[in-house]
């Protein structure tokens, strides 16, 4: 009887791979209430900061805020004095949201991510979408 034998570098892969896979399986995932709020000064995830510099310039945008025709943040995942500035109008502006402080916690990232019909984004925001996984909601 013949035995197969695979070459050192695909059994290295195929076990790697498979090991992998397993951890993947087993991983729990994150909800998004369970994610860390947004603001300046927290140790912020840049994708997060990227995602609410992104929706806030889809909305700014789409509802003129201020008479904006131009994204007015640039989306550089820094979460600086014009974001938390750009975050405050956002939330005394469209959200309602109460204290107006600039944080990006789960009710700011409840419309960030499910008012796509403000925002006019359904790439990025939208339930299971890109940015759910980064920012904070309430569910």
């Not at 600039?102 to 990025?124: A, E």
Request: glycine letters at 10%; a negative charge; one cysteine or more.
């Amino acid at each position: 009887m013949r035995t197969l034998r695979l070459p050192r570098f695909l059994a290295v892969g195929l076990a790697t791979a498979a090991m992998a896979g397993g951890a993947l399986l087993t991983a729990p995932n994150a909800s998004a209430s369970d994610l860390p709020n947004i603001a300046e000064g927290y140790h912020n995830n840049p994708h997060a900061v990227w995602c609410v510099q992104h929706l806030i310039n889809d909305w700014a945008v789409k509802s003129h805020v201020n008479g904006t025709t131009t994204r007015p943040l640039a989306e550089d995942a820094v979460f600086g004095n014009e974001t938390a500035s750009w975050v405050k109008k956002a939330q005394l502006l469209w959200m309602g949201v109460y204290p107006v402080d600039g944080i990006v916690g789960p009710q700011t990232g409840q419309h960030l991510i499910h008012d796509t019909d403000v925002t006019g984004d359904n790439y990025y925001g939208g339930s299971g979408h890109y940015c759910d996984g980064f920012i904070p909601t309430i569910w």
